[in-house]
């Protein structure tokens, strides 16, 4: 790319779990934003996460799009995630000229853009994506499991551990379970 161009590098989180929003976020890291250590959040301590979090909302153009549990299980999780992308994206402040999305597919939309395995490992603008999509996402989880104590969401984060599992067997499914996943329905069937 040439020097001077906006990118913006999108992210996801949430595209697995049992429960939960998808959620996506777009960032456009300026020149010189010195910030160390951008790396995929999964590889990241939740400590180093969130320092890094606060650092790219303070210094970055960021957006972050959100597909709700009823867009997942009316559209299913691949589109609901590409919806999430899109409006990442629309929610910058800037238009991008070039976008780079994590992944091997890119939602259907007019930016001139590229999907990258493994990009947000590679390219800063993805992994800075990445975090912000994880941190805003978890806290969305932490919050949920206030309302919903059983289901350990504060620390699965809405995904289908054995504490998960049994909580849905004892206590069924909440608005906030994607009752199009095979795990939630098959319950829904006892």
Request: charged residues 25%.
């Amino acid at each position: 790319m040439e020097r001077g161009k906006i990118i913006a590098g999108v992210d996801e989180a949430g595209r697995g779990p049992l429960a939960g929003p998808v959620v996506a976020a777009a960032v456009i890291l300026p020149h010189g934003h010195g910030i160390a250590g951008l790396d995929d959040s999964k590889k990241l301590t939740a400590k180093r996460r969130a320092e890094l979090e606060i650092q790219i909302r303070a210094k970055c153009s960021f957006g972050v799009g959100i597909a709700s549990v009823e867009e997942i299980d009316e559209i299913n999780i691949l589109h609901a995630t590409m919806r999430a992308m899109t409006r990442a994206v629309e929610a910058l402040r800037n238009t991008p000229d070039h976008v780079l999305v994590d992944g091997n597919r890119l939602p259907p939309w007019l930016y001139s853009a590229e999907a990258v395995v493994g990009g947000d490992a590679i390219h800063p603008c993805i992994s800075a994506a990445s975090i912000i999509a994880k941190e805003t996402r978890d806290a969305m989880m932490r919050n949920a499991a206030k309302d919903h104590p059983h289901y350990g969401w504060e620390s699965n984060k809405g995904y289908g551990t054995a504490e998960h599992m049994a909580a849905l067997r004892n206590h069924g499914a909440t608005p906030y379970h994607r009752k199009s996943f095979s795990p939630v329905a098959q319950l829904s069937l006892i």
